[in-house]
């Protein structure tokens, strides 16, 4: 085979093409080279991804200590509220307030001061993931004489508010050092009214059945305490303060309450002491027990007077000798006799009567020449009767001989006619 030679003008071909285009691309794109500059060739870094917070679990909480609040106050009117700003309270945290009334002696700071109304309540704290109460709302009553009203962090409520006694102090909302630092806002404490408060007493007295008196001390109508003195029977005294719209009870024993005198500012005094009552029912009384026996000795009466029974007094007149009087106190036994002798008689009169003369009268079975009469007839009714002695004995042995012997000859006479049978 003959291979025809290469001819050199293709691949010149080929490269003037490639030229060619090279040269229409660049004059397509110079225009806009030639309005913006190239710039130099650099690196673009990559940009990178922020980093994620992780996800809160639950609302972050505080301590007691560390806990802040904000405030408001109308002390006038009785009325506060709290916030936690930046709670809720950790558990097992807990933090109390109170919003608290009181009745005083002048619009100025003065004592002493007594409770008229109060109010308390407490942020608690929660568990992870849980939500607390942020804002707390309290209320109480105002007296319309003068007061004071105190807002202040803690439950513990004094009272009466006195002049040595101890303050609220820096406990007290919105003061300026302390506890009370923790909450921003208007001060909260205020005093003011425009009347004097006094108080309306008044006694009732109750006795009951046992000599008791319970006096019931009454303050309902008045606009301050009332300072009530009880002076009773033994030295007692006591004085009972009572607060405004408020009731007292106090119970004098038998004792205490035969006289008694209640005096107060602003009330007549009482007086007076215990008294039965209407519906007393009177005390079971145990009925003694008497009686007379007759012996051939003595005539002997004989008193018993029970546990619950009353003391019994009597005289017994004989118709011979002296007569005897005797005192029987309840769970007692006493004895009272007299020489036995024909035609004794003992008349009872006192407590215990007998209404007529009883007479001795001797028994069957005395012996001759006792009790000054003749001829005991022995025996008498004593149950069984006496054993039996003497001739008497001799004809009921001879009479039980005669028995035997004739149940013997019976015996023989039976054995000679039995008949026997045989096979």
């Avoid at 005083?104 to 002493?112: L, T, W």
């Avoid at 009597?314 to 106190?329: D, I, L, N």
């Avoid at 007998?354 to 008498?380: H, L, T």
Wanted: with cysteine; hydrophobic share 35%.
């Amino acid at each position: 085979m003959i291979r025809p030679k290469l001819s050199p003008r293709r691949p010149l071909v080929v490269a003037a093409a490639a030229l060619a285009g090279l040269a229409t691309a660049f004059a397509v794109s110079s225009p806009a080279l030639a309005t913006s500059p190239s710039p130099t060739a650099t690196a673009s870094p990559t940009p990178t991804a922020a980093a994620t917070p992780p996800a809160n679990e639950g609302p972050a909480c505080v301590s007691a200590a560390d806990a802040r609040y904000t405030h408001t106050f109308k002390g006038k009117r009785g009325e506060a509220s709290i916030t936690l700003v930046n709670g809720p309270l950790c558990e097992g945290e807990e933090q109390a307030l109170a919003l608290v009334s009181y009745v005083a002696p002048s619009a100025k700071i003065a004592f002493p001061q007594y409770v008229l109304d109060k109010s308390v309540k407490k942020f608690t704290g929660v568990g992870a993931g849980e939500l607390g109460v942020a804002t707390l709302d309290f209320k109480v009553e105002v007296p319309q004489c003068y007061t004071q009203v105190d807002f202040v962090f803690g439950d513990e409520i004094i009272d009466p508010l006195t002049e040595t006694g101890p303050r609220y102090n820096n406990r007290k909302v919105g003061s300026p050092k302390g506890i009370g630092s923790q909450s921003k806002g208007p001060q909260a404490w205020y005093n003011g009214g425009s009347e004097t408060c006094s108080p309306v007493p008044e006694v009732i007295a109750q006795s009951d059945c046992e000599g008791n008196v319970e006096l019931t001390l009454v303050n309902r109508s008045g606009n301050a305490a009332a300072a009530f003195t009880i002076t009773g029977s033994g030295g007692y005294t006591e004085t009972v303060s009572v607060p405004m719209r408020k009731i007292e009870t106090r119970k004098l024993n038998p004792g205490q309450a035969q006289e008694l005198k209640v005096t107060a500012p602003g009330m007549e005094d009482f007086t007076g002491g215990w008294a039965k009552p209407e519906d007393c029912q009177e005390p079971e009384v145990g009925e003694p027990d008497g009686g007379y026996e007759s012996t051939c000795d003595e005539m002997i009466f004989r008193i018993a007077n029970p546990e619950n029974g009353a003391t019994l007094t009597s005289t017994f007149t004989p118709s011979t000798g002296e007569p005897k009087t005797v005192t029987v106190e309840p769970g007692r036994d006493v004895t009272v006799t007299f020489p036995a002798s024909p035609g004794l008689t003992v008349t009872v009169t006192g407590d215990l009567a007998s209404g007529e003369a009883i007479k001795w009268e001797q028994p069957k079975d005395c012996e001759d020449g006792e009790g000054g009469e003749e001829g005991g007839s022995g025996g008498g009714d004593q149950e069984g009767g006496l054993p039996v002695t003497g001739a008497a004995a001799g004809g009921i042995a001879a009479g039980a001989a005669a028995l035997l012997a004739v149940g013997a000859v019976l015996f023989v006479l039976a054995r000679r006619r039995r008949i026997r049978f045989t096979a």
